[in-house]
């Protein structure tokens, strides 16, 4: 199995830990996301990326605005999680902190994410994306404070076949990313973070599976309504004027940003959907 490649956070050199960190506290989560560590494994991709677009994700403007445009849609239903339900999938009351901290993080994280690569990858690819017509407020915000830092995933290779099996089939409408040549398929990191719960993963990728149509498209209106955010991000990054990115030939990463481009708001739809059914 070809896997997608990372660098974790326990493995992460000084230089790489330090952006990890500033993305965990502008954006209150536990954990850096998979994209963030996928660009970490391109020597010098995250210090350049993060000195056009990191001071304003520092500012915490840009968390405000886009956390508002995601309470201004409407969550896909999902069956609701009983109590009773929970405890038999093995998850007692330490287990449920554990995953409300895992969706507090992903749900903080991913919409911040959303903005700031897309930025990153109009940049890198010298697009033009117009600003609003309103712009957002830039007015600095303060971040809450994150949860605890978040236990390390699970690998999927690692899973029973009935697991593997499942959260494949939840991930059937993303894009495969292309590393070297190869088709690699993306798995979400929420997922192998769930999965030190096998049951209640199983009981997650369930719900989920019925509900794709619909999570499908409130994926794309929710990425389309984020654009003219992302626009205005990128003006205030191209005055910066990082310098020429720092790879020889971008073409392979902006693939995988493409593919992320779908993955990401995928992701805050299913982290909205599930925390609402939990909390039913």
């Known amino acids: 199995m070809t896997t997608f490649p990372e660098v974790h956070f326990a493995d992460a050199d000084p230089a790489t830990l330090r952006v990890y960190r500033n993305l965990m506290t502008a954006a209150g989560s536990g954990s850096p996301a998979l994209i963030f560590r996928h660009m970490a494994t391109y020597p010098g991709l995250l210090d350049w990326i993060w000195a056009a677009v990191g001071p304003d994700v520092e500012a915490g403007w840009p968390a405000v605005a886009v956390w508002e445009t995601v309470a201004d849609q409407a969550v896909v239903p999902l069956p609701a999680f009983t109590e009773d339900t929970l405890a038999e999938a093995g998850l007692d009351a330490d287990g449920r902190r554990t995953v409300g901290h895992m969706l507090t993080s992903y749900n903080r994280m991913n919409p911040v994410n959303l903005i700031a690569v897309g930025a990153a990858r109009a940049l890198i690819a010298g697009d033009d994306l117009p600003p609003p017509t309103q712009p957002f407020s830039e007015a600095p915000a303060t971040p809450p404070a994150p949860p605890p830092d978040l236990p390390r995933p699970l690998k999927l290779a690692g899973l029973d076949d009935d697991l593997r099996g499942a959260i494949t089939n939840i991930c059937r409408t993303i894009p495969k990313a292309e590393i070297a040549g190869t088709p690699v398929d993306v798995t979400p990191t929420m997922y192998l973070h769930f ?23 409130a994926t794309h209106a929710f990425a389309a309504d984020c654009q003219p955010l992302v626009g205005q991000l990128l003006a205030r990054a191209k005055t910066r004027n990082p310098g020429p990115v720092p790879m020889d030939d971008p073409a392979p990463l902006l693939r995988v940003l493409d593919t992320f481009a779908y993955v990401i708001p995928h992701m805050v739809v299913v982290g909205a959907a599930l925390e609402a059914a939990l909390s039913e």
Not at 195 to 217: K, N, S, Y
């Open 195 to 217: 999965a030190h719960w096998p049951q209640f993963m199983h009981l997650v990728a369930g719900r989920l599976d019925t509900a794709l149509p619909e999570i499908d498209a």
